[in-house]
């Protein structure tokens, strides 16, 4: 009865809405233009499974912003087709939070391209040549992952503010997560990653790598024209049995005769894929950099479509390939390396390398070799490093002046490990609860300051992860007034996702 009561006041108390010329309206109007996934019978007791709730609320609601009231809501996957905030999902366990990233209502990034390094970073999880891009996540505890309850077990065994540390979890919803998540979905059709860990650390899932197939046409750019030299000639036929319905011919008809073509390649290895036909089928010689890895011949000895050989070297940095089509010894007869494509495995390695209770000069002194291997292999290429947070104690006994110019200075010099063969993208915390003398020598927008001199000077990108707090109160975003909670990473993400994206 009291339902009913409710649904008949709803229905027929009307009132005017303060202005001049408004109609008036009912509660059940207002209602009815704020849908919630409550209207389906959602929960949001952390506990339900609303799945179903959710999937009838999409079914009549598309493109709204659409506000959770602050509460959890269990899923087997997030739901797209709205943009949902101020709430939480929960997903196989997983935290989420209702972030503007994740939809199509997203937050204007902060930062400043003083470099190009994110726009670099961009090019090259798109560019299927640049075979494998490597991304250092270097910092302190923020970019670890401290102050989320998922770490709450792991933050707790034993460590040394060395590569030895026990690592972040990949389930839990931290920032440096987050941005993996966002590759692997977008870059790599959201493709499972292979979770793995620093060699060196007992605990964790620092490592995550993602993977796709790239299949290329030889007789198109990015790959460079055929240079035939004697009688060779470079041909296209239809073909359906190869991969992409297109075949790409190379002959030769003497020794004296060969076809070549060159492209740029970042990485280890790709594939070639032709079609053996034999006694017809030519060699073809493998360069890198002008160095031969040897020659190889496409004939298999039987009549074969899309044979796959694939060639792999030492890490190559912007180097040339060259593949060289040459006449066989003893061959007679015009002889074709007939093309289906090359494959290449374009692959993207992030690694969260955030250590504890870091500073730039005990990242310095730690990381780099000192303590086991260090973290800068020559395959990384992209480094985002987060400083500073640590900088701001007013520390006794290092030798070293309690003052922003040191922290800039010790900044330079962890900058020199990193950027003599990486791209390096700067980003500053966020603010903290507690900044003030005797425990800290400067505020965190002292921090924010040298960060982004350093930028400038040194023309890097800076992702400005402290104005995204600017006039906000601490305890809404920090977890115990250092340490960002679920909103405050589900923040920092999204500035980061969107200024790489928007640079």
């Given amino acids: 009865m009291t339902g009913m009561v ?17 109609v008036a309206r009912t509660e059940q109007d207002k209602g009815r233009e704020r849908p919630t996934p409550g209207d389906k019978g959602a929960k949001g007791d952390g506990v339900t499974n609303d799945t179903a709730a959710f999937t009838a609320f999409e079914a009549e609601n598309v493109g709204r912003v659409v506000d959770l009231a602050g509460l959890t809501y269990v899923v087997n996957a997030v739901p797209t087709k709205n943009a949902y905030q101020n709430g939480v999902f929960l997903v196989s366990g997983a935290r989420q939070q209702a972030a503007s990233f994740r939809s199509f209502n997203t937050s204007k990034a902060k930062f400043k391209a003083f470099g190009g390094q994110m726009r670099a970073l961009h090019e090259s999880l798109l560019n299927p040549l640049e075979q494998q891009t490597t991304i250092i996540q270097a910092g302190d505890s923020k970019t670890w992952g401290a102050g989320l309850t998922e770490n709450a077990s792991i933050i707790s065994l034993s460590r040394n503010g060395t590569p030895a540390d026990p690592r972040d979890m990949y389930t839990s919803p931290s920032w440096a997560n987050e941005f993996k998540r966002y590759v692997g979905e977008r870059y790599f059709d959201n493709a499972a990653p292979v979770l793995s860990n620093w060699s060196t650390s007992p605990s964790g899932q620092s490592t995550a790598t993602f ?16 240079t035939l030299v004697g009688s060779a000639s470079s041909t296209e036929q239809a073909d359906s049995g190869t991969l992409l319905g297109e075949r790409h011919n190379i002959a030769v008809a003497d020794i004296n005769s060969t076809g070549s073509w060159t492209f740029p390649f970042t990485g280890t290895s790709f594939t070639m894929v032709y079609n053996s036909v034999p006694g017809q089928s030519a060699n073809y010689e493998v360069f890198v ?35 060289k089509v040459e006449y066989p010894s003893g061959a007679s007869g015009v002889c074709t390396l007939r093309m289906s494509a090359i494959q290449i495995q374009k692959t993207c390695t992030i690694v969260n ?3 504890i209770g870091a ?12 303590y086991g291997p260090s973290i800068m292999t020559p ?62 020598a400067f505020d965190s927008q002292y921090v924010r300051n040298v960060v982004h ?26 977890n115990d007034g250092l340490h960002e909670n679920l909103l405050g990473h589900a923040m920092i993400a999204g500035n980061v996702i969107n200024a790489v994206e928007s640079a």
């Fill in 453 to 478: 001199r350093v930028a400038l000077e040194q023309s890097l990108d800076v992702i400005d992860n402290h104005t995204i707090f600017r006039g906000m109160d601490t305890t809404a975003y920090l």
């Fill in 6 to 22: 409710r649904k008949l006041v709803a229905s027929a108390v009307a009132y005017t809405p303060a202005g001049a010329n408004n």
């Fill in 359 to 370: 500073t730039s000069l005990t990242y310095l002194q730690r990381m780099f070799g000192a």
């Fill in 289 to 323: 950099n002008g160095t031969s890895q040897g020659v190889f011949s496409s004939d298999t000895g039987s009549l074969q479509a899309n044979v796959t050989r694939t060639h792999t070297f030492a890490y190559v940095r912007n180097a040339t390939i060259m593949i």
């Fill in 353 to 355: 390398q955030g250590i």
């Fill in 211 to 226: 993977t796709r197939t790239e299949t290329l046409y030889t007789n198109l750019p990015p790959f460079s024209a055929v």
């Fill in 379 to 440: 395959d990384v290429n992209y480094v985002m490093l987060q400083m500073g947070t640590n900088d701001r104690i007013a520390a006794s006994g290092n030798n070293q002046p309690n003052c922003t110019n040191n922290f800039k200075r010790n900044l330079l010099n962890l900058l020199a490990m990193f950027t003599p063969t990486a791209s390096v993208i700067l980003m500053n915390p966020s603010p903290a609860a507690l900044e003030s003398p005797p425990t800290y």
